[in-house]
């Protein structure tokens, strides 16, 4: 029973009733805003609607919010208390409480996931590093949040792709190229000058020594731009492959890897430029293209192809972006590092030049990310002496400390990610004591098989004997689960779900603590049990969401 949108169509219903009865007047509503009370004395659910009300049908508060606790009459509420100017508290039997428990057993895996997507088509682009190297702990924030959300809204019931935009066009690989083809040459004991932008990572002198092996010095033999050419395409590949291994080592899959070079092969560039023409954003200055961004809130105009003839990154972004609408995206969301803040206008401005809403374009900007060992910065490598890699963070702290940590905090803050923290197996680490949580929950059931207790049908137990505060407490929890999945979704906010889940943990440990489980009444025992899988469900199922394993032992 979903109580909270039950009260909410009851205080809707009252209020048109009393609408209807002419006790006050109002051509719209306010929406009905139900918020837990910080204080349990205040109720289990409290509203400022009639407040809200007041603005729309010029009465006073304390009369809107009178009539609507007078005509509102519920089978599972208790009573509703006026306070103050006119919130409304909500106190409800328990009886609504036991029957939301049952609920939760009888939906299992399922519970708090809508997954019909049923609502509108969202595109989630994440990572989408430069595939010339190997993946830093900034793009595992990236690759952590990024596949929470699209779980996170794929658990609300949406429609959702993943996407990585591969940038396998322009300088960054051409640089590839002359940086493995200088390592070859190198390797190979000819003298040569490193390129003066090239990349100095030892994966690179590894990629030459690779091709080395396999190739011997054969490439010597041809002319520097076939070796060129060559290389390229043997480094994005090994590149490329190496990348999604890590990313799948880290939990993260997408549905649509999108070549950046395809839209340079397949006209896009020339087409969109076309549209922009046609529509009256797009000028010619000093030989160059011009998007007229200002138009839109942008400090200035951005070149889009230059003088020269060569696009710059923003002809293909605008290609890209104008692809997604294409293909019936309605939002897409592209989480993106804290160096492309500034990127954001001139995005927006290309979305709405093209037609469409800029609001269908949502930017997450990443904070960066520090590492501390033992209280100090750790800005390099041990291994290479280097940018710690994502693949370095997995070995020492672990797949799920590290996807916890990455994803427990707001996106727009910076993240001091504790290494000697993600490690510790202790009550401190945010992400041992939620697992701890669940595989204490798995040991009580091994407890109560190995004493022949029967554990099935719970959901038939006298749940009504769970009175202890504690056991309240958790309960109501519980039922917050689904409004936390719909609302995280919403607010696009990864965090909360992670802080819900940590929460849920924190009250099973201390009911755990209060209420012995196994050796008391059979039916008490019955009722804890089938309280304490719900637990499990829960927890199970907000791990699942966030990409974390949710052990049975540990």
């Known amino acids: 029973m979903d109580v909270k949108k039950l009260l909410q169509e009851s205080i809707l219903r009252a209020a048109h009733t009393a609408i209807a009865d ?12 139900l918020e837990v009370p910080p204080q349990k004395e205040f109720g289990d659910f409290a509203t400022n609607f009639a407040m809200q009300a007041a603005k729309y049908a010029r009465a006073n ?8 606790v007078d005509r509102i009459q ?14 409304i508290n909500f106190y409800l039997k ?12 009888r939906a299992g895996s399922s519970y708090g996931i809508v997954g019909d997507k049923s609502k509108e088509k969202i595109q989630v682009e994440f990572v989408s590093a430069n595939p010339t190297g190997p993946l830093h702990v900034g793009h595992g924030r ?20 993943a996407e990585f935009y591969i940038n396998d066009a322009g300088n960054q690989i051409d640089n590839l190229a002359a940086s493995v083809n200088a390592r070859y040459l190198e390797l ?41 050419s060559i290389f390229k395409e043997l480094a994005l590949t090994e590149k490329l492959a190496a990348l999604k291994e ?10 649509v890897w999108f070549s950046e070079r395809a839209l340079h092969q397949n006209g896009n560039l020339q087409a969109v430029c076309q549209i922009l023409k046609d529509r009256g954003y797009m000028y010619e200055q000093d030989g160059a293209l011009w998007l007229r961004s200002t138009a839109y809130g942008d400090d200035k105009d951005r070149v889009v192809i230059r003088d020269n003839g060569i696009p710059t990154y923003l002809a293909a972004d605008i290609a890209y972006h104008l692809n997604k609408f294409e293909r019936g995206f309605s939002t897409v969301i592209n989480l993106w590092g804290a160096d492309h803040h500034g990127y954001i206008p001139r995005m927006k401005a290309a979305v709405a030049s093209l037609g469409y809403d800029p609001k269908q374009l949502e930017i997450m900007i990443l904070q960066m990310v520090s590492l501390y060992r033992n209280g100090e910065l750790v800005k390099m490598s041990k291994r290479t002496g280097q940018s710690v890699t994502l693949l370095e963070l997995i070995e020492e702290v672990g797949k799920d400390a590290a996807r916890f940590f990455f994803i427990m905090r707001s996106t727009d803050s910076q993240l001091d990610f504790d290494l000697d923290l993600a490690k510790s197996k202790s009550n401190e680490n945010p992400v041992y004591y939620i697992q701890y949580a669940h595989a204490r929950i798995c040991s009580i059931f091994r407890q109560a098989q190995e004493v022949g207790i029967d554990t099935g049908d719970l959901e038939q137990a006298e749940l009504k004997l769970l009175t202890n505060e504690c056991e309240i407490d958790l309960i109501k929890k519980l039922g917050e689960f689904p409004e936390e999945i719909i609302s995280a979704a919403q607010e696009r906010t990864v965090h909360r779900l992670a802080h819900y889940v940590h929460d849920l943990a924190s009250l099973f440990h201390g009911f755990y603590n209060q209420c012995r489980i196994i050796g008391v009444d059979s039916q008490l025992q019955s009722a804890r049990l089938a309280l304490v899988l719900a637990v499990k469900i829960t927890i199970g199922n907000a791990l699942a969401v966030l990409g974390i394993e949710a052990p049975e032992k540990m």
Not at 22 to 33: E, K, Y
Not at 76 to 86: E, T
Not at 94 to 105: D, H, N
Not at 246 to 255: Q, R
Request: glycine letters at 10%; one cysteine or more; aromatic letters at 10%.
């Open 22 to 33: 002419g006790v006050f007047s109002a051509d719209q509503l306010p929406p009905i805003v």
């Open 61 to 68: 508060p304390k009369i809107i919010a009178q009539v609507i």
């Open 188 to 228: 190979c004991g000819v003298e040569v000058e490193f390129p003066i932008d090239g990349y100095h990572g030892y994966d690179i002198i590894e990629t030459a020594q690779r091709i080395i092996n396999r190739d011997g010095q054969k490439y010597l033999d041809i002319s520097d731009g076939e070796r060129l």
């Open 142 to 161: 990236g690759a952590a949040v990024g596949s929470a959300l699209v779980n996170l809204l794929k658990a609300a019931g949406y429609d959702v792709q």
């Open 74 to 87: 519920e089978e599972w509420l208790d009573k509703a208390v006026i306070a103050g100017p006119g919130f």
């Open 94 to 105: 328990p009886e609504w409480l036991y029957s939301m428990l049952a609920e939760i057993i």
């Open 246 to 255: 890590d990313l799948e080592a880290f939990g993260v899959n997408f549905d």
